[in-house]
């Protein structure tokens, strides 16, 4: 438990790295959301293109992340920004999927009844396919931040901050409770936006009347 | 009110699922399209909502060919009943009776009242089941919440897909008795889909018989029983083979 003293001794920096953390996922789950979500809409009218954005997504998931991280160097350079994007094209392939097969998923007897009753596209995705499919897509959601939380320890390699930081700074000291006071907290994060997602789910589910 | 001038369905293999269709059905009517399963009478009625444009010939409805009608329009002055239902499990049961109202910009108190009037309509009490959600109710009432949402806007015309097909032999004669009633006082137009010729003969002023997407003839409903074509002859013997006693018809002359 030396590492708890290590974490007493430097608090000011486990809060600030903590929330440097926190932004890098904030940000780039935020960005992979406003992309990933109206992009699973499209693609879930268009063959073609669910192909393609899903395969895009699948493929930029098998690139190894400290790679990742490095090929987008020479493109968008050191810092937060090459940190902000790569975890972003992580979270791309779960919300993205997770909106396709939640909007596939909706039981066609509705679909068809919205469409009967004279609903424009556009009244059924958001008053029938979005709500229904919101269980499935919180899902995607929260499998991206869990993940996000854990890759963002990388992101300290391509100088973009947060708890990484010790992780790198105590494998090159090689002083474990250094390591411990990155991955601790890291995983602590990781534990506590699993649970929020958890928690909204229950209730989202809840509200339908589908739990 | 609704006609079918030489209609024909194919998919873009080819195959053909309906072909020839030569129908009318007029206002406040309520004609029958019976036929197996396959025969081509759920695209039939698919072809009255626009949900699918005809490959060949044309379907009027109120004259104008459903090609010329705006679909959005078209549809919200058709109710639409189907089998599954396909109530919005999100909603509640008021608020699904209100969708078509809500889409036409009704004013609030407006769709309040005329949804509180349909629940009474089909036998729903409003104050036990306007605020449930579709999961808690029976198989029944769900169909008569289908029903009601199908009539909110007080369409002049009504598509229902085999609606009772999936409720129990009680449950079912009991809604048919209902809907029997609701058909005449209503003077809706209605295009009703089943397999079950004893449905057909309970519900229908006529009945369509389709085979192989094909129309073999248009009887009144007395007629039926007694008609010469062999295809309507093997559809009546089948159901007397099965319990013997097709009539009388205990729902007759009421």
Redesign the interface.
């Given at each position: 438990m030396e590492f708890l003293t290590y974490i007493m001794h430097n608090s000011d920096r486990v809060l600030r790295l903590t929330v440097e953390h926190l932004e890098l996922v904030g940000v780039s789950i935020f960005a992979a959301t406003a992309i990933g979500i109206p992009l699973g809409v499209a693609a879930s009218r268009n063959a073609a293109l669910k192909r393609w954005s899903l395969g895009f997504a699948n493929v930029t998931q098998t690139v190894p992340s400290l790679a990742l991280f490095g090929f987008l160097i020479p493109a968008t350079g050191i810092g937060a920004s090459t940190a902000v994007i790569a975890l972003a094209l992580y979270a791309l392939l779960p919300i993205l999927r997770n909106t396709c097969v939640g909007i596939a998923g909706v039981d066609r007897a509705v679909i068809e009844a919205a469409l009967g009753m004279g609903m424009t596209r556009r009244q059924m995705l958001w008053q029938v396919e979005l709500p229904l499919a919101m269980g499935v897509i919180l899902a995607g959601l929260r499998v991206a931040t869990v993940t996000s939380v854990g890759v963002a320890t990388i992101a300290a390699a391509v100088g973009a901050g947060g708890l990484g930081t010790f992780i790198f700074q105590g494998l090159t000291m090689v002083n474990n409770n250094v390591i411990l006071a990155g991955a601790v907290p890291a995983a602590i994060l990781a534990v506590l936006a699993d649970a929020g997602f958890g928690w909204i789910e229950r209730r989202l589910s809840a509200g339908l009347g589908t739990a | 009110m609704i006609e079918l001038l030489q209609t024909g369905f194919r998919l873009s293999g080819g195959r053909a699922l309906l072909s020839e269709i030569n129908l009318s059905v007029g206002r406040g009517e309520t004609l029958v399209l019976l036929g197996r399963s396959g025969s081509g009478k759920t695209t039939l009625l698919k072809l009255i909502?626009r949900?699918l444009d005809p490959t060949d010939g044309q379907v009027l409805v109120e004259g104008r060919a459903t090609a010329d009608w705006d679909?959005?329009?078209?549809?919200?002055r058709?109710g639409?009943v189907?089998?599954?239902?396909?109530?919005?499990?999100?909603f509640t049961i008021e608020r699904n009776i209100g969708?078509?109202p809500r889409?036409e910009g009704w004013p609030p108190d407006r769709i309040r009242a005329r949804t509180i009037e349909m629940m009474r309509l089909v036998g729903l009490p409003p104050d036990q089941f306007a605020q449930r959600?579709p999961?808690?109710l029976s198989g029944g009432q769900r169909q008569r919440a289908g029903v009601a949402?199908a009539l909110a806007a007080d369409p002049p015309v009504l598509?229902m897909d085999e609606p009772f097909g999936a409720l129990d032999p009680i449950t079912r004669s009991e809604l048919q008795r209902e809907f029997r009633s609701l058909a005449t006082s209503l003077a809706k137009t209605i295009v009703f889909v089943t397999h079950d010729v004893r449905e057909a003969m309970r519900l229908g002023s006529r009945i369509a018989l389709l085979e192989e997407g094909r129309l073999v003839a248009v009887h009144s409903a007395r007629g039926f029983m007694n008609a010469s074509e062999p295809q309507i002859q093997r559809f009546v013997a089948s159901v007397r083979d099965s319990d013997g006693d097709l009539s009388p018809d205990p729902f007759k002359g009421e």
């Open positions: - | 909502n949900l679909a959005i329009q078209l549809r919200r058709i639409y189907i089998q599954e239902t396909g109530l919005f499990p999100h969708v078509v889409l959600r999961h808690e949402r598509l």
